[in-house]
């Protein structure tokens, strides 16, 4: 299976200060389509998961454009331009690439 | 607004077997397929497996193969997630989802918690 790794896995961040997570996979996410499969999501406490950015850069219908999502190949960021209250939470990368689809372990965001 | 509605909390006993429901709405049932994955508790999000809701071809995750069935009643606009032979390893909350890779294609049920206890 494909490993996604996240780094931080701990993220502490002052209100309106940026934030960055990075994730790498254990290889290439580009299918053979063309298209790369990686998409980031955000677990609120006690909810379930919401997708932000699918096939890295697009974000999700009623996502803040706070939320940007960059990389290619095997190495993947999501970026929150200025960090709000409400986006405290667990963020995960997934890739959608190869069978069975796989999540990093998750970055807890909290704020400072 | 599409919705999917998953049943209550269940609680088994070491090789017992659970059945989970997923009732979708908001959106033509057959044209998705309905995805199942489970958290958990210090574990990673992991993917089990999906049906083709229209045709209700199936495809599973390895790790559960031989242990999971998902199933669809297009009448019902409801899939369903049978996990056998259930080990305390299989504690964690069952989520159903709708996902493709285009804007809003990305819903989730509210999850269930499937607890294994002797």
């Known amino acids: 299976d494909v490993v996604m790794t996240q780094s931080p896995l701990s993220l502490p961040v002052t209100l309106g200060q940026p934030a960055s997570i990075s994730c790498r996979s254990s290889?290439?996410?580009?299918?053979?389509?063309?298209?790369?499969?990686l998409n980031w999501f955000q677990q609120r406490p006690g909810q379930s998961p919401r997708r932000l950015i699918y096939k890295v850069s697009n974000r999700d219908s009623g996502v803040p454009d706070r939320f940007s999502g960059s990389g290619s190949g095997t190495d993947f960021t999501l970026k929150i331009n200025r960090v709000e209250a409400e986006d405290v939470g667990v963020y995960f990368c997934m890739q959608g690439t190869h069978w069975p689809y796989t999540f990093g372990q998750g970055t807890k965001l909290e704020i400072k | 607004q599409v919705q999917f509605v998953q049943s209550g909390a269940e609680v088994k006993k070491p090789g017992a077997s659970v059945k989970v429901s997923c009732k979708a709405s908001?959106?033509?049932?057959?044209?998705?397929?309905v995805h199942w994955v489970r958290q958990a508790p210090g574990q990673r999000l992991e993917w089990m497996g999906w049906i083709n809701a229209g045709n209700g071809d199936t495809k599973y995750s390895q790790r559960f193969q031989g242990r999971v069935t998902i199933t669809r009643d297009t009448s019902a606009s409801t899939a369903y997630m049978e996990l056998s032979s259930l080990t305390s390893e299989d504690t964690a909350v069952y989520y159903c989802?709708?996902?493709?890779?285009?804007?809003?294609?990305?819903?989730w049920g509210q999850g269930t918690l499937v607890t294994i206890s002797s």
């Open positions: 989802t709708r996902t493709a890779a285009a804007a809003g294609v990305n819903n």
């Open positions: 290889q290439s996410l580009v299918y053979s389509d063309g298209n790369t499969y």
């Open positions: 908001g959106y033509t049932f057959t044209s998705y397929a």
